[in-house]
């Protein structure tokens, strides 16, 4: 599976870290707005070549005329991961100023399945809206909120559950977390 997965500069890049190691069997096209390169910096233990590293093609947001700004590169999916929500507001309102919301309009207007992890709190109505108005159109909305009945015990844990849920979106098997199965 083809799968493009940016990180915007929302608090929470090591969702998108995550992404990157489970997606590992898949081809993987990663775009890093330049605010999540900070916050990587910031939030994370790794390095931005470790990250790219993770990424058969890695692509500048700025980069307008990229091969995934076009229709005719075929995608299956788009993972935005952590998304900022300047980001989720700008796709919701079809602006397209950089790459990853111009693929955005292009996965929307092919009919490509599109997963954002909106990472703010609390949400504004503005927002909301927002939200609805790409749930209506699709777009899958996965916030990063924990399952508590799985019973983290660190954060890898909540990073793992949500991981699972943005591959469960996808259809791809893991192991990142059991089912919950009451006794």
Same mark, same amino acid.
């Given at each position: 599976?083809?799968?493009?997965? !940016?990180?915007?500069?929302?608090?929470?890049?090591?969702?998108?870290?995550?992404?990157?190691?489970?997606?590992?069997?898949?081809?993987?096209?990663?775009?890093?707005?330049?605010?999540?390169?900070?916050?990587?910096?910031?939030?994370?233990?790794?390095?931005?070549?470790?990250?790219?590293?993770? !990424?058969?093609?890695?692509?500048?947001?700025?980069?307008?005329?990229?091969?995934?700004?076009?229709?005719?590169?075929?995608?299956?999916?788009?993972?935005?991961? *952590?998304?900022?929500?300047?980001?989720?507001?700008?796709? !919701?309102?079809?602006?397209?100023?950089?790459?990853?919301?111009?693929? !955005?309009?292009?996965?929307?207007?092919?009919?490509?399945?599109?997963?954002?992890?909106?990472?703010?709190?609390?949400?504004? *109505?503005?927002?909301?809206?927002?939200?609805?108005?790409?749930?209506?159109?699709?777009?899958?909305?996965?916030?990063?909120? *924990?399952?508590?009945?799985?019973?983290?015990?660190?954060?890898?844990?909540?990073?793992?559950?949500?991981?699972?849920?943005?591959?469960?979106?996808?259809?791809?098997?893991?192991?990142?977390?059991?089912?919950?199965? *009451?006794?």
């Amino acid at each position: 599976m083809r799968v493009v997965v !940016a990180i915007t500069g929302a608090s929470g890049a090591i969702i998108g870290i995550r992404l990157l190691q489970a997606l590992q069997d898949e081809e993987i096209y990663l775009i890093i707005s330049e605010n999540a390169e900070k916050i990587i910096q910031f939030e994370t233990g790794y390095s931005l070549d470790e990250v790219k590293s993770m !990424a058969k093609k890695v692509y500048l947001n700025e980069n307008m005329e990229a091969d995934i700004a076009s229709g005719t590169t075929k995608f299956e999916s788009l993972v935005i991961a *952590p998304c900022s929500t300047s980001t989720l507001s700008k796709i !919701a309102c079809g602006i397209a100023d950089n790459l990853i919301t111009r693929v !955005a309009s292009v996965a929307l207007k092919e009919g490509r399945k599109i997963i954002v992890v909106p990472r703010e709190t609390p949400l504004s *109505p503005i927002v909301l809206e927002n939200m609805l108005k790409l749930s209506k159109l699709g777009v899958r909305i996965i916030p990063p909120v *924990p399952a508590f009945y799985l019973r983290p015990k660190k954060i890898e844990d909540v990073v793992d559950y949500i991981v699972g849920k943005i591959l469960d979106s996808l259809g791809i098997r893991h192991n990142l977390y059991q089912p919950y199965s *009451p006794q």
